[in-house]
C-alpha cells in the first residue's frame, strides 16, 4: 500500500505562484515515475507533468516555460512549482505515482493522491 499527501494548493491571482507536494508513504520498492494531473469542472482529466526517477521529466504544450516538476528521491516527494498562473490552471491537481512494489518482480502498480484544489482568479 502507498499513500500519497498533496499539499500546497489554494487560492492565488493570475500571474501569482504555487509550489504542490507529494509525498508518498507506505511499503514498495522503489517510485519509478510521478507525475501530476489536473481535473477542472466538466474537462477531461488531463496528463500535466511527469518525472522519472533518473530525473527526466515531461510537459504538457499549455504549461511549458511556466510549471517545472522536480523530485526528493531519498524523501520520495514530489514537486511542482507553477509560475505565471492562468485562469485556465484552476483545477483539482492529483499526485499520481508509477510505483515497484518489490525487488524481486518488475510489477507496477499506479497510486493516487486525494487532489490539492489550485485556484486562479483575481
Known amino acids: 500500500q502507498v499513500d500519497l499527501v498533496e499539499s500546497g494548493g489554494g487560492l492565488v491571482q493570475p500571474g501569482g505562484s504555487l509550489r504542490l507536494s507529494c509525498a508518498a508513504s507506505?511499503?514498495?520498492?522503489?517510485?519509478?515515475?510521478m507525475g501530476w494531473y489536473r481535473q477542472a469542472p466538466g474537462k477531461q482529466r488531463e496528463l500535466v507533468s511527469t518525472i522519472t526517477r533518473e530525473g527526466t521529466s515531461t510537459y504538457v504544450d499549455s504549461v511549458k516555460g511556466r510549471f517545472t516538476i522536480s523530485r526528493d528521491n531519498a524523501e520520495n516527494t514530489v514537486y511542482l512549482q507553477m509560475n505565471a498562473l492562468k485562469p485556465e490552471d484552476t483545477a483539482v491537481y492529483l499526485c499520481?505515482?508509477?510505483?515497484?512494489?518489490?525487488?524481486?518482480?518488475?510489477?507496477?502498480?499506479?497510486?493516487w493522491g486525494q487532489g490539492t484544489q489550485v485556484t486562479v482568479s483575481s
Open positions: 507506505g511499503t514498495f520498492f522503489v517510485i519509478n515515475a
Open positions: 499520481n505515482a508509477l510505483v515497484r512494489q518489490s525487488r524481486w518482480t518488475f510489477d507496477e502498480s499506479t497510486y
